[in-house]
């Protein structure tokens, strides 16, 4: 029998206002609590005001960190770690994208770890503060992950690249990864997404796609992930036609549709927090760093040209296990039909210059290993070639 093993401690709460009805989870994490967030959505959307009124009606008090930006970096969560230990917060509450949450993730192990900064990417540490999360987009899944992923800005020369169209000012996205920094407990209320524009739901909603779909791609997959991959997946579907005909006004698209995303999106973290990702993440990290492209639309761009190299692969080579036969099943249609609907999503394409390209696809190449077949870095390259213009 292959071994398999499953872990996904998060409890998970959906409902609306859930936050405030299920409080007495909040009140056994701790007397103080550390709400990291980002500057304005958090406030805008009522999260926030929700989680102080849950954590006043507890009697437990807070400290407030809302300077995460879009892509967080090394030194954002050491500066956030500093300020939850001068407040002596015991407990850490993510509000927001996955930005916020994982920078709350990180700031809940250098709360109480002294990590060196240039060690925290290889560093093993045994605690951290106990975190809860309150997701406010449908897109990165971090709410049920044990990984936080931010930029390096202090990579070794080796992974530096030119900053391109000086998007961000890091080199590198690096990810540090725990059972320890999974979310002790998930709020999931879509009302906090309902005036989330086209752009940023569309591009969340293609994280979580791209989420499941690598999930079934990668050697770590196994038959829970990927059956939770297949269920994201064809919820996601579902909303496609919603989303392509996505309504003037944000609050008009259907509250229903907001739900379906949102329950996809953290059951596509369930997926990777056991099979990890493929190499579409890694290669959506160039995008990412030296254009500013969001990171979902970014994997957005990359899925057609692998999965269409991965189906040429299976079919030229007996050997491969195929992976994309159990894919097509999830999407209840052909490989090309599904394309077509995304790239119907993603609209017009960026474009890139040679030099950019050949540069992304020898850093890439550092971290192909979990896709179920090992691209060289002409494959890669080429990949790249077809995402873009």
């Known amino acids: 029998m292959n071994k398999l093993v499953y872990s996904m401690p998060a409890h998970i709460v959906m409902e609306e206002d859930c936050l405030y009805r299920n409080r007495s989870f909040l009140a056994g994490l701790g007397k103080k609590a ?19 009124k849950a954590l006043e009606a507890n009697g437990q008090s807070f400290a407030v960190f809302d300077r995460v930006m879009s892509n967080p970096t090394e030194v954002c969560v050491y500066e956030a770690a500093a300020e939850c230990r001068k407040a002596s917060c015991d407990f850490v509450l993510a509000i927001g994208g996955g930005s916020p949450m994982d920078a709350a993730k990180a700031a809940a192990i250098l ?14 540490f045994t605690s951290a503060l106990p975190i809860a999360a309150v997701p406010t987009t449908a897109g990165t ?21 030119p900053d391109g169209r000086g998007a961000v000012t890091g080199q590198a996205k690096r990810s540090v990864g725990s059972p320890l920094i999974f979310p002790r407990f998930a709020f999931l209320d879509a009302r906090y997404m309902r005036r989330l524009g086209r752009a ?60 379906k995303l949102l329950l996809a999106s953290s059951t596509a973290g369930m997926v990777i927090a056991q099979s990890g990702t493929s190499v579409v993440h ?44 159990v894919l097509c099943a999830a ?9 077509g609907r995304l790239e119907a999503l993603l609209g017009r394409r960026e474009k890139a210059s040679e030099t950019e390209l050949e540069t992304w696809g020898a850093a890439v190449m550092k971290n192909a290993a979990n896709t179920y077949i090992q691209p060289n870095q002409g494959e890669i390259l080429e990949m790249f070639r077809e995402a873009v213009g």
């Open 34 to 52: 550390f709400i990291v967030t980002g500057r304005t959505s958090s406030g805008a959307n009522g999260s926030f005001d929700d989680a102080v």
């Open 111 to 124: 709360a109480i770890n002294d990590i060196p900064r240039e060690k925290l990417f290889n560093r093993a």
């Open 141 to 161: 899944g971090s709410e049920t992950t044990p990984y936080s992923v931010l930029v390096d800005t202090g990579s070794p020369d080796e992974d530096r690249f």
């Open 200 to 259: 940023n739901t569309i591009n969340t909603v293609i994280d979580a796609l791209s989420h499941a779909v690598e999930g079934l791609l990668c050697v770590r997959a196994n038959y829970l992930s990927d059956a939770l991959a297949h269920k994201s997946i064809t919820t996601i579907l579902d909303c496609f036609d919603a989303l392509l005909s996505f309504p003037a006004l944000p609050e008009e698209l259907p509250a229903e549709i907001r739900e």
């Open 282 to 325: 890694s290669m959506g990290y160039m995008f990412t760093i030296h254009w500013g492209t969001d990171h979902g639309r970014a994997n957005g761009l990359l899925l057609k040209p692998f999965l269409k190299w991965c189906q040429a692969k299976e079919k030229a080579d007996p050997s491969v296990k195929p992976r994309i036969p």
């Open 331 to 339: 999407l209840g249609t052909d490989l090309d039909t599904f394309c």
